[in-house]
């Protein structure tokens, strides 16, 4: 089993619409988890930490599931603006050393 | 601040060719770091610094070198460039550790012929 794994997509979705990835990880002592967002031929940037209460940025929210050893996130009210892929990342610390693992991310596009 | 910037953007070398890939950053940051992506495959980590000085293999170190000797520059260097290399390779850095928000380079996208 991958450590973090994705579904490549491509989600295609009319605007407006909601939409959710998932991404599921392997250990179960991870314990930091982010959404990064990637333009096509872009670098990734910073779309939300994925906190424990989950949590919400505007059309978007994130939330972990322990039990069930997954993060995800949902975008209410698709805009044509939000076409990119979307990488989860996965942290796990042990000691003062910490791992981070990115998945291969989701394709979004999103249509008129 | 122009944040964490990368040169070359393209580059196409031959087999055995050596290069280095430069990295700077203007936001005083501690950690860097160079990753390549894939296609089908996650960022995979090459190399990190946490300061000036330090430097530490990641996953996939074989066939590159890296040095810190300031806390703005982390160069990447391929030291006999392998088709297996073709790749987009990022830089990355962020205020003090891997796990504080990571700020990406634009990339480098390499070819190796």
């Known amino acids: 089993r991958k450590e973090v794994e994705q579904d490549p997509g491509p989600f295609n979705v009319p605007e407006g619409a909601t939409v959710a990835f998932n991404c599921t990880y392997s250990?179960?002592?991870?314990?930091?988890f982010f959404w990064y967002r990637q333009d096509c031929r872009k670098e990734p940037k910073l779309l939300m930490s994925v906190y424990s209460s989950g949590n919400e940025d505007g059309r978007f929210t994130a939330q972990l599931n322990r039990a069930s050893q997954y993060i995800s996130l949902l975008i209410r009210d698709s805009k044509l603006s939000d076409s990119a892929t979307y990488l989860c990342v996965v942290i796990l610390t042990t000691g003062t050393a910490s791992k981070l693992t990115f998945g291969t991310g989701t394709r979004l596009q999103v249509t008129l | 601040n122009a944040g964490v910037t990368q040169t070359p953007k393209f580059q196409v070398l031959k087999t055995g060719q050596s290069m280095t890939l430069q990295c700077a950053q203007d936001?005083?940051?501690?950690?860097m770091s160079w990753y390549r992506q894939d296609p089908g495959m996650g960022l995979r980590l090459i190399h990190y610094s946490v300061g000036a000085g330090i430097t530490d293999q990641g996953e996939v170190p074989n066939g590159y070198n890296v040095s810190r000797s300031t806390t703005e520059d982390f160069p990447l260097r391929l030291l006999s460039a392998a088709p297996s290399q073709t790749s987009v390779y990022f830089c990355?850095?962020?205020?003090?550790?891997?796990?504080?928000?990571?700020?990406f380079g634009p990339g480098t996208r390499l070819t190796v012929l």
């Open positions: 250990n179960s002592a991870s314990q930091s």
């Open positions: 990355a850095s962020s205020y003090f550790r891997d796990t504080d928000t990571q700020y």
């Open positions: 936001m005083n940051h501690e950690y």
